[in-house]
């Protein structure tokens, strides 16, 4: 079993900042690729960005140029800095990790931490 604890959600102004962590733990041998994804009320989870162990990032289009994924060095730790936020980023964000290579389906993501709320406000 793998583990995953996000932290750093909030509220946070519009044009701010905001930093997501996603500390895994437990089998992470098993772990090649971690991702965020989010969920707005009403809406289907959505894909945000993904981190394979070979360092290959994949961010989603919408929040291209404004999110960075990242992970900590000796750590299993995967960051998400959320820059520039708009209303529409309001969302739980959740951190997924699955053995192999990612996807935008979060139907194919094994483990998953139970998220972390970032509400954008005017």
């Known amino acids: 079993q793998v583990q995953l604890v996000e932290s750093g959600g909030g509220l946070v102004q519009v044009g701010g900042s905001v930093r997501l962590s996603c500390a895994a733990s437990?089998?992470?041998?098993?772990?090649?690729?971690m991702a965020w994804f989010r969920q707005a009320p009403g809406k289907e989870r959505e894909f945000v960005a993904q981190?394979?162990?070979?360092?290959?990032?994949t961010v989603a289009d919408m929040v291209k140029g404004r999110f960075t994924v990242s992970k900590e060095n000796g750590k299993d730790i995967l960051y998400l800095q959320m820059d520039s936020l708009k209303p529409e980023d309001t969302a739980v964000y959740y951190c997924?990790?699955?053995?192999?290579?990612?996807?935008?389906?979060?139907?194919?993501?094994?483990?998953w931490g139970q998220g972390t709320q970032v509400t954008v406000f005017s």
């Open positions: 997924a990790a699955r053995t192999g290579s990612g996807s935008a389906s979060a139907q194919i993501w094994y483990y």
């Open positions: 437990g089998r992470m041998f098993d772990v090649y690729t």
């Open positions: 981190r394979s162990r070979s360092g290959s990032i």
